[in-house]
């Protein structure tokens, strides 16, 4: 290492490569140009009712204002190429960066409606213009800041938070510009809330525990063909259970939670025999160790289906795109901190099956404290022309 950076050696041509270690700072500019390109151009999508209402636009008039990344990225595909080629990836993202300030500067110069249409597509066509470089510049940044062995990473990382950026506008959105719909629905706060720690807690942990299940299994003399056969056969009992149990949530309706406290039941007992097995604290067989793992995985697999469908009755009139994309994120904040905890020097294995009993367990008296309530179905159940008047309020 010298002067900060690392130098290597390319056997083939003799070449001295120095690998700088501000690498990592560049990558972390050109994310964050990336992450906002993409979240600007997602802008108007997720507040398409709030857009409507307040500058009078129509569903085709959103579209558009999405299609102006792909029309301007086409626009300037070959201009952007020339340009990274000839001035280079840091003109070029100085460059896209400015166009992003004036186009988002622009939609803000009015909101008389006869003059915004104009303004937020103008916007929207500048910043599609930073698309070739926000899309299309990770693999240059990583080829020109990083060593061979880390290419690859530094622009899926790239890559990525363009796409982060349009997931996040999902999620800001709305709530950084309220409707009717958000004010009256106010009151949903905390059953929201207490659904989405619930399921990110138990199902974010089971989810990634199934992956790692001939990991867990290989410190208790298991191989992995075992492990394999494990997993598979639970997973496909697993998803024939979720269709059958929720078909008999659509016949005794309005009964979520009741289902998911049995749920939980007897996904806790299965997961308990199953511990107790692969400890070798009960007698150990290998019919005894795929019921267990059957008997845990085709309930708590089953109750997925079951939250989202109550995440949208306690939310509603708030869209259920809206509020499926914040649960499925809230379980997979809680799959991120399970596995990162694996990653603790000598942390071991055995911890995990105990770590999955023990959210079950704590799952199960705060489902007891959730009160249910079936806003979507009391519309749904009304007569037809009363259920279009509510819908069409909102």
């Not at 003109?91 to 915004?116: D, H, N, P």
């Not at 999955?356 to 367990?361: D, F, H, N, R």
């Not at 009160?371 to 509510?390: A, G, H, L, M, V």
Request: hydrophobic share 45%.
């Amino acid at each position: 290492m010298e002067n900060g950076h690392i130098t290597i050696s390319d056997q083939k041509t003799n070449v001295k490569l120095k690998v700088y270690k501000r690498r990592w700072y560049v990558l972390l500019l050109f994310s964050l140009f990336a992450f906002t390109q993409g979240g600007l151009w997602n802008t108007w999508g997720p507040i398409a009712d709030s857009s409507e209402d307040a500058f009078s636009l129509k569903d085709a008039d959103i579209a558009l204002l999405a299609n102006w990344g792909p029309i301007s990225y086409i626009v300037g595909a070959f201009a952007s190429a020339w340009m990274v080629d000839n001035k280079g990836l840091r003109f070029s993202c100085l460059l896209c960066s400015f166009l992003i300030v004036i186009g988002t500067g622009i939609r803000c110069i009015t909101r008389e409606i006869e003059y915004v249409k104009w303004t937020i597509n103008i916007g929207q066509s500048l910043n599609g213009l930073a698309g070739p470089i926000a899309m299309g510049g990770p693999p240059l940044v990583s080829a020109t800041w990083f060593p061979l062995h880390e290419r690859t990473t530094a622009t899926s990382l790239g890559f990525c938070m363009n796409l982060i950026g349009i997931a996040v506008s999902f999620l800001l959105g709305p709530y950084v510009v309220s409707n009717t719909s958000f004010k009256e629905t106010a009151n949903r706060s905390k059953p929201f809330w207490l659904i989405s720690l619930i399921y990110s807690i138990s199902l974010g942990v089971f989810n990634v525990w199934q992956g790692v299940l001939d990991v867990n299994l290989k410190t208790h003399g298991f191989s992995q063909e075992e492990a394999g056969w494990l997993g598979f056969s639970s997973i496909i009992a697993g998803c024939l259970s979720s269709v059958i149990i929720s078909r008999f949530a659509d016949i005794f309706n309005k009964h979520l939670r009741m289902f998911l406290i049995c749920i939980y039941i007897g996904s806790f007992i299965g997961f308990l025999w199953f511990t107790l097995l692969v400890n070798d604290i009960i007698p150990n067989s290998t019919v005894s160790l795929y019921v267990a793992i059957i008997l845990g995985t085709i309930c708590l697999q089953a109750a997925s289906p079951l939250y989202f469908e109550m995440a949208c009755e306690v939310c509603y009139p708030v869209s259920e795109g809206l509020t499926n994309v914040f649960l499925t994120t809230m379980c997979n904040v809680g799959s991120f901190i399970f596995l990162l905890l694996q990653m603790i020097p000598s942390i071991g294995t055995d911890w995990e099956n105990w770590c999955l009993l023990s959210v079950i367990c704590v799952c199960i008296p705060l489902m007891f404290m959730f009160k249910d309530s079936y806003n979507r179905s009391i519309i749904d159940e009304r007569p037809e022309e009363n259920n279009f008047t509510e819908r069409k309020k909102y």
